[in-house]
């Protein structure tokens, strides 16, 4: 947890010059945890590859929760663990076309698979990024989604070392190391999400950056 005592002062530095958060109408006073909308129809999600990390049917569950623009399009697989190696570094390199979406999944040591949903491409940043439409997810077993709250703009904040996703009071709601090895999750205040993972720190087995080529 070293790396989070020293990035952390740079949360209340920025505050004043976050990005305002749009999409997704929410207060202080909504829940971040979220339920399933209504389809009309029955589509799917559309993948260029199959995912080391989730199986078709929880795509399938997580596919509502994506904004309306992005259901009717096929995903790619952008980076992978698996296939690119672990540096954090390659995850930025790796974005999509300017204004791709992004889906990174993480499956860790546990078996334990959760991850984020980003409107903007991951990447490197001095200060904080992102809109509304951010969201965690965790499937543990059943699919749960935590949106945003409302209560701050922490929403995603990228350095060679660090990829931080969520923030307030010193807790984060997802992190991950620049070697891609090691992360932690604790409930924060962006998303008001339980901690994503069985414990707070993990050790991380695959991960996965989905986008539109």
Not at 52 to 64: A, G, M, R, T, Y
Not at 112 to 120: E, N
Not at 176 to 196: A, R, Y
Request: negative net charge.
């Amino acid at each position: 947890m070293r790396g989070l005592r020293i990035h952390y002062h740079l949360l209340e530095e920025q505050d004043e010059d976050l990005p305002r958060g749009c999409g997704d109408t929410a207060g202080e006073e909504q829940p971040g945890w979220a339920e399933a909308p209504v389809l009309e129809e029955p589509c799917r999600m559309v993948l260029s590859t199959p995912s080391s990390v989730l199986q078709d049917k929880e795509f399938q569950e997580l596919w509502p929760y994506l904004p309306p623009r992005l259901t009717q399009q096929p995903w790619h697989l952008l980076y992978s663990t698996s296939r690119d190696g672990f540096s954090l570094q390659s995850l930025y390199r790796s974005r999509g076309p300017l204004g791709s979406p992004a889906l990174l999944l993480i499956r860790d040591t546990e078996a334990q698979a959760f991850g984020v949903f980003s409107a903007t491409p991951i990447h490197c940043s001095k200060g904080f990024y992102g809109t509304g439409e951010t969201f965690l997810f965790s499937f543990s077993p059943q699919l749960k989604v935590f949106r945003w709250t409302g209560r701050n703009n922490f929403f995603l904040k990228g350095d060679v070392d660090l990829l931080m996703v969520g923030g307030g009071s010193g807790r984060f709601g997802l992190w991950l190391d620049g070697d891609l090895h090691h992360g932690g999750s604790q409930p924060c205040e962006t998303f008001g999400n339980e901690t994503l993972s069985l414990r707070e720190e993990f050790c991380i087995q695959d991960l996965e950056v989905w986008g539109l080529a």
